[in-house]
């Protein structure tokens, strides 16, 4: 009975001041926003991330000069601290890895424009360079034509495998199998057309690309850049083996000590989801950081507004106490107060925090995830910032003489 009394008392009071009550709780309402948004975006990322790496398959690993910190490949001091990973560590990888199923060499340049005829694309495509296997690691098949073959790589042939956004562009009505396009001022036959594939996180299609034969690529651009190496092991059971395997060759082929560390960096799937995990949490600690310091200011917000009410309410205190109210009844008229003006603020936050987190996931293409856990210790959160906040206003409030309280004007 006196809770649904309080309750209701505490709703109209709400009410009665819409403006004072919407600014008491913007700092609760930004602070949830903020937590659930971030961990919202870092949710759907990883899902996104998981998903793209998962085509390449649990048995593929990569080799890089660099090391990898969420999938962003960071130096030491400069770019030249490592030597270049070359093109031959792939067929020395062939000859001495017995649980390697495939390896090859790939090296990428951006920015090239293609041409046909009077036909030009913009310079916004990728080249790669490559051998057959690039085709198996990074799980990228044809849908007509062929792939490159061990002969076009020994003989510097001028041949291409074009992404389907170059074939829309150059050929929008016809077949672009044995036709001669440009690339970098030399003609290149094409020998096949990659299949559709889905888009990345973000949005970032994963057809707009070439493949030409390495030894071509080098050829053309020059063989200064460090080349990328991806090795698909014999099974998943295999990969660690495959892994040492690899490591022990190109340790020995660059000549690196016995006790150094690796010049070079090698990745697997789990390796990079786990970097990224690993600094997801980290910026999800900030995020929530940044929220608890909302919350915290919120607070402080919503226990000043109580303490004006029950200024502003000392008569009411006094003739509630005439009537025959206790102080628990006064102490949980004003804690429901604190406690539902917290709470408005908290589902309000929660609902701005999922708008945005949407727009967002399909402004970039990402999946909408929201864990469970956020929205849960949210209103958990906003509750005990109310009981806190109200916990000193309610107690002043229910010790009031009602004598004294009478006489207030």
């Not at 034509?145 to 074939?167: E, F, Q, Y």
């Not at 006790?259 to 990224?276: R, T």
């Not at 608890?292 to 106490?321: H, P, Y």
Request: overall charge neutral; hydrophobic content about 45%; proline content about 3%.
């Amino acid at each position: 009975m006196y809770l649904r009394e309080n309750l209701e008392i505490a709703l109209q009071q709400l009410v009665s001041s819409k403006m004072r009550a919407a600014l008491t709780t913007l700092g609760i309402t930004i602070g949830i926003a903020t937590v659930i948004f971030v961990v919202s975006i870092l949710e759907g990322y990883e899902k996104s991330i998981s998903s793209d790496l998962s085509m390449l398959g649990a048995n593929v690993f990569q080799v890089e000069k660099y090391d990898r910190n969420a999938g962003i490949q960071v130096g030491h001091r400069s770019r030249d601290f490592r030597k270049n990973l070359e093109f031959e560590y792939s067929e020395e990888i062939r000859e001495h890895c017995p649980s390697v199923k495939y390896v090859g060499a790939e090296v990428w340049n951006y920015n090239i424009s293609f041409r046909y005829r009077d036909k030009k694309t913009n310079p916004t495509f990728l080249l790669a360079g490559g051998e057959p296997e690039y085709f198996y690691n990074n799980a990228e098949p044809i849908s007509s034509g062929r792939i490159l073959t061990r002969n076009d790589i020994a003989s510097n042939a001028r041949v291409i495998v074009l992404g389907v956004d170059i074939v829309n562009e150059l050929f929008p009505y016809e077949d672009p199998l044995g036709k001669y396009i440009k690339v970098a001022g030399t003609k290149f036959k094409v020998v096949g057309v990659f299949e559709d594939m889905p888009a990345r996180t973000f949005g970032q299609s994963r057809n707009n690309k070439a493949v030409i034969p390495i030894t071509t690529f080098e050829d053309i651009f020059g063989s200064y850049r460090s080349v990328f190496l991806t090795v698909m092991a014999r099974d998943a059971a295999h990969l660690d083996d495959a892994m040492e395997e690899v490591t022990g060759v190109l340790r020995r082929l660059r000549k690196v000590p016995p006790g150094k560390e690796n010049d070079f960096n090698v990745w697997s799937n789990d390796s990079l989801v786990e970097s990224f995990t690993n600094s997801a949490k980290q910026i999800q600690l900030v995020a929530v950081m940044i929220g608890m310091i909302s919350l915290l200011v919120g607070s402080i917000g919503v226990m000043n507004i109580m303490l004006v009410t029950v200024t502003e309410r000392t008569r009411e205190i006094g003739i509630r106490k005439a009537i025959g109210a206790n102080r628990r009844v006064i102490l949980m008229q004003f804690l429901n107060e604190s406690v539902i003006l917290s709470l408005i603020g908290g589902v309000i936050g929660i609902l701005l925090g999922f708008g945005l987190s949407f727009a967002v996931s399909a402004a970039f293409d990402l999946e909408f995830a929201v864990p469970m856990w956020a929205v849960i210790s949210a209103v958990l959160v906003t509750s005990v910032a109310g009981l806190a906040a109200g916990l000193y206003p309610a107690a002043k409030a229910s010790k009031l003489d009602p004598v004294e309280a009478l006489r207030y004007e």
